[in-house]
């Protein structure tokens, strides 16, 4: 009892502390405090023994005791009307059961002798008193219909610390008697002993009212009056104790801390300075700098002002006419490197004969024998009367993909026989798989028997493992080149390569670089270049604050095509909105084979040949070889300038390869024989790459010797 009131003490003395600092209109965040109460305890019973204990009443019914109630308190407003609460504290529940009885017609037995002396009535009084001591935990709701007055109701739950008895039955009157079993006048007596059966936990649920009156600070003390009533028994039997609560509650508001506030001000001194400003269409105004100067201030304890000022410059251009200026430069690269400003452009017709070798094989997929997987390009039998080897495009792989139709075309103008090889990479699946090499070979032939017409007596088909001079089968690339069928022939021409002629036009100088020369104090906006010749667009460039110099690639498409001349149109705009416009104009020639040769100009027969396909790793020539180089030879004049340059694919080490094609040019040399002064030696190797080399075919013509030969026509 003593700790419970030292806490609410401790609990006055934090609150009025604590008090002084809050704010009168602010609202509690909860309240905390502490009550005393008076209880006035109402036993229920309807018994007549506790277990183990005899007793002669006929029936206990009721009783009643007091006790403390005390404990501390707890309550969380919802709202203005409404409170969560909740107590914690301890109250006696003790009483003491009492009833009297008559006991009629009594025997009344002498003490000398015992015999019977009288008979009349006796009353016994019977008596239960039990100490009962519970700590209790009250959830429940404080209601406020009007200020200060609460209703409130809730359930308690009270853990018995102390559950204690005592009992006896007494004669009353007559006062002459004793009970004849004890002697005395009390007898079935037990004395602090625990009630047997006990219900630990007692369940209660309560109505209450109380009234807040303000006492110091805003504190307040609240008289309460509060019904408790009993949901279980104190033991096995029927007994109940209600309570009457007469008592009251200190209650103490607690509060949210002050909160510190922060607050900001925000001010500007501004200073213009006023310029005359080129190349603006209007006045502007723009800030230069600022910079910020923060101070504090202190209204009050709970207030901080940061005040920040920022002082900001700022300047006022008014407009005046921008400086604009602007030049075209001209300039053309001749193909000797020497550079000519305003050049006049010779546009020259060049004859030109280009050799594209055929290379016999036809690659396979790994274990697969189907034409329609390779490279090949198919067509239909009804297109084959549209097939002209001559209007083929002059790109070398893609000649190539047409070589069954090139072969097909041949065969069907001549009665020459081929024969078909099939072979394999003789490795995991393919190994030893000579019905493969031979299923290869056999979709060869039926594509030029069934789409092509050849008669298949004149197709002969072979099959073995690794062709007769296979790739390095020792790494993925060689045995991909070896999954092929060879196409081979005792007419040459079958197989020859496919010359192409053509009409070449070249230009001198073939780069005319275009610079614009713009400057403004505002800078360019945007600028453009059209190249156009009687107002048909060759060219056309642009850009806009970035002024580049044009390169005009004069042989790329469109080229010039009439002796009139090129002009060049430079228009440009600068920021300010001012245009402009500059013109040049470029002469032209034009140069044709039939103008050089009336006029006995100097005219010029360029002849290409890529004929000379090397096995792998080799560098000496086949019968066929030397044949078509014999025909090359033929074409070379006492005045040609020729040009042999040979390369390899990428396979193997770059100095190895730049080795094997020197070996590849000698050998073309030995055949050629041209004069040393007249000849130009490349040995290129694979440090530049003719093709793509991931596919068997593209490695396959990389390994070549390419032959130019310049004749003048005179």
Request: charge should be negative; include cysteine.
């Amino acid at each position: 009892m003593k700790k419970s009131i030292f806490i609410i003490i401790l609990i006055f003395i934090s609150y009025n502390v604590y008090s002084q600092n809050q704010d009168s209109t602010k609202n509690p965040i909860f309240y905390v405090g502490g009550y005393l109460a008076y209880m006035l305890n109402l036993h229920n019973a309807d018994f007549n023994a506790l277990e183990g204990y005899p007793n002669c009443c006929p029936q206990f019914r009721d009783g009643n005791g007091t006790g403390p109630g005390i404990g501390l308190l707890f309550e969380y407003p919802l709202n203005n009307r409404i409170r969560i609460t909740g107590r914690f504290g301890v109250t006696g529940m003790s009483g003491e059961l009492k009833q009297e009885e008559k006991i009629g017609n009594t025997e009344i037995r002498r003490s000398d002798g015992f015999e019977t002396g009288d008979i009349t009535d006796a009353v016994s009084e019977y008596t239960i008193g039990s100490n009962l001591l519970a700590i209790t935990l009250e959830p429940g709701f404080a209601f406020y219909p009007i200020d200060r007055l609460n209703l409130n109701f809730g359930f308690r739950l009270g853990f018995l610390n102390s559950s204690t008895f005592d009992q006896s039955e007494i004669l009353l009157r007559p006062g002459n008697i004793v009970f004849a079993e004890t002697g005395t006048r009390a007898r079935n007596e037990a004395a602090n002993q625990e009630i047997p059966n006990i219900n630990s936990v007692q369940f209660h649920t309560y109505l209450g009212a109380g009234y807040d009156l303000p006492i110091f600070g805003r504190a307040s003390f609240s008289p309460e009056l509060r019904y408790y009533l009993a949901l279980n028994n104190v033991s096995d039997v029927s007994w109940s104790v209600n309570q009457l609560h007469i008592g009251g509650a200190v209650k103490f508001p607690l509060y949210k801390p002050d909160e510190k506030r922060k607050l900001q001000e925000f001010r500007i001194i501004r200073d213009t300075t006023v310029n005359q400003i080129v190349g603006i269409s209007k006045p502007e105004t723009k800030l230069t700098r600022s910079n910020d100067v923060i101070t504090l201030e202190k209204p009050d304890k709970n207030t901080e002002l940061e005040i920040t000022t920022r002082y900001e410059f700022y300047e006022t251009n008014n407009p005046r006419d921008a400086e604009l200026r602007a030049a075209l430069k001209v300039t053309g690269l001749n193909r000797d490197g020497t550079r000519q400003l305003n050049p006049s452009i010779v546009i020259e017709e060049i004859e030109t004969e280009e050799g594209f070798p055929l290379l016999p094989y036809v690659f396979f997929k790994e274990n697969d024998s189907k034409l329609n997987n390779t490279s090949m390009n198919l067509i239909n039998s009804t297109d084959v009367a549209n097939f002209d080897p001559n209007k083929l495009k002059w790109e070398t792989l893609e000649i190539y993909s047409d070589l069954l139709n090139i072969v097909g075309f041949r065969m069907k103008n001549s009665r020459s026989k081929i024969t078909l090889t099939g072979t394999n990479n003789n490795t995991d699946t393919e190994k030893g798989n000579s019905i493969l090499s031979k299923s290869r070979a056999e979709s060869v032939r039926d594509y030029l028997v069934n789409t092509w017409g050849i008669a298949s007596d004149r197709i002969s088909i072979q099959s073995r493992n690794l062709p007769a001079k296979p790739a390095n089968n020792e790494k993925p690339e060689g045995r991909e080149e070896n999954q092929r069928v060879e196409i081979s022939s005792q007419d040459l021409d079958i197989i020859a390569p496919l010359n192409l002629k053509d009409i070449v036009r070249t230009a001198n100088p073939p780069i005319v670089e275009i610079a614009p020369e713009l400057w403004s104090e505002v800078g360019m906006k945007n600028w453009n270049i059209k190249v156009s010749q009687n107002k048909h667009i060759l060219r056309e460039y642009s850009g806009k604050s970035n002024i580049e110099t044009a390169k005009w690639d004069v042989e790329d498409e469109p080229i010039p095509s009439l002796e009139e001349p090129v002009e060049i149109l430079l228009t440009y705009e600068d920021n300010s909105g001012k245009t402009g416009e500059i013109k040049s104009n470029l002469s032209i020639s034009q140069l044709t084979i039939k103008k050089k040769r009336v006029e006995l100009k100097d005219d010029k027969r360029i002849e290409r040949f890529s004929l000379i396909l090397f096995d792998y790793d080799k560098a000496d020539l086949t019968d066929a070889q030397k044949r078509i180089l014999q025909d090359v030879k033929s074409k070379i004049k006492p005045n040609s300038n020729v040009e042999i340059s040979g390369f390899a694919d990428r396979t193997g080490e770059e100095l190895y390869n730049k080795e094997l094609a020197q070996r590849r040019n000698s050998e073309v040399q030995k055949v050629l024989k041209v004069p040393s002064a007249n000849l130009s030696l490349q040995n290129v190797g694979s440090s530049q790459l003719l093709y793509d080399n991931s596919s068997p075919e593209g490695r396959s013509y990389c390994r070549t010797v390419k032959v130019l030969v310049e004749t003048p026509v005179e």
